[in-house]
């Protein structure tokens, strides 16, 4: 099992950048494919992008490619999500997740460890 626990949500104006963090705890995060999602109010919650457990495959969704880059440290057992070029449409609640097929995935319903997530609002 593995506890997730993500960062760097916050305000931000259209065209700014984040970078989200998530840390993982467990001795196992190398075997985990990693993702994070989003989501808001009414909507169901999507995948933003995704990394394989090895960190050579990554997938993203079709608006946030050329903008979001995934990465992740084993070192420091984490994933980052840098976001460039930020739009209002952006905003939403984050949530990074983790699977155990160890190559990335859309469906949510492949993940099943959820951090609590993190808030992101961009405004005009």
């Known amino acids: 099992q593995v506890q997730l626990v993500e960062s760097g949500g916050g305000l931000v104006q259209a065209g700014d950048s984040l970078r989200l963090s998530c840390t993982a705890s467990g001795r196992t995060f190398s075997t985990y494919a990693m993702g994070w999602f989003r989501q808001t109010q009414g909507k169901d919650r999507e995948l933003v992008a995704a990394?394989?457990?090895?960190?050579?495959?990554?997938l993203y969704a079709d608006s946030m490619k050329g903008r979001f880059t995934i990465s992740r440290d084993y070192a420091k057992d984490a994933i980052y999500l840098q976001m460039n070029s930020l739009k209002p449409e952006d905003t939403a609640l984050y949530y990074c997740?983790?699977?155990?097929?160890?190559?990335?995935?859309?469906?949510?319903?492949?993940?099943?460890?959820w951090g609590q997530g993190t808030q992101v609002t961009v405004s005009l």
């Open positions: 990394i394989s457990a090895s960190g050579g495959v990554t």
């Open positions: 997740a983790a699977n155990t097929l160890r190559i990335p995935t859309k469906g949510r319903w492949d993940y099943p460890y």
